[in-house]
């Protein structure tokens, strides 16, 4: 069972969604249904992530940045959040309290310990802040993780 990590923007048009959401799931159809996804579940690429390994027949472990981490997203997110954590076979809660750029990278670097190879929906520009997606794919390929970036034609932050 190969096991994969995610790390992906938050915030993403319908219209974007739906294009990354097609190359994920063409990308994990090659290991399904002998897949464990692990994600930390923030609104956008995570959620989408999490959704097609579930629905491709593979198995989730969510990693918690922090106990009050769904409190930090978007309140539009949360209902999915909620399902897909119910759905998740093991749950990873790093020892924050609050959701921080510095909760979310120690929680990035959990999943990479404990991962074979990163799926990174990324544009291949800078993080945003600390913790970015750019940051999460620096420390794989320091680690000398497979990197599989995921940035459809048509796409846009």
């Not at 739906?18 to 190359?23: S, T």
């Not at 593979?58 to 009050?68: D, F, Y």
Request: aromatic share 6%; hydrophobic share 45%; charged share 25%.
């Amino acid at each position: 069972m190969i096991r994969i990590a995610v790390s992906g923007h938050r915030g993403l048009s319908n219209a974007t969604t739906a294009l990354i959401d097609d190359a994920i799931r063409s990308l994990l159809a090659e290991h399904a249904p002998a897949i464990t996804g692990l994600s930390c579940l923030a609104d956008g690429a995570d959620q989408v992530f999490a959704r097609a390994v579930i629905d491709l027949g593979g198995s989730l472990e969510v990693v918690t940045p922090a106990s009050r981490y769904r409190e930090g997203l978007p309140a539009e997110a949360h209902q999915e959040y909620d399902l897909l954590l119910a759905r998740a076979e093991r749950v990873h809660t790093m020892d924050f309290v609050e959701s921080t750029s510095e909760s979310h990278m120690v929680a990035s670097r959990f999943m990479l310990d404990h991962a074979d190879e990163l799926l990174a929906v990324w544009d291949g520009e800078p993080a945003r802040g600390y913790g970015g997606t750019a940051d999460v794919v620096a420390e794989a390929r320091r680690q000398g993780l497979l990197v599989r970036v995921v940035w459809p034609e048509g796409a846009r932050r």
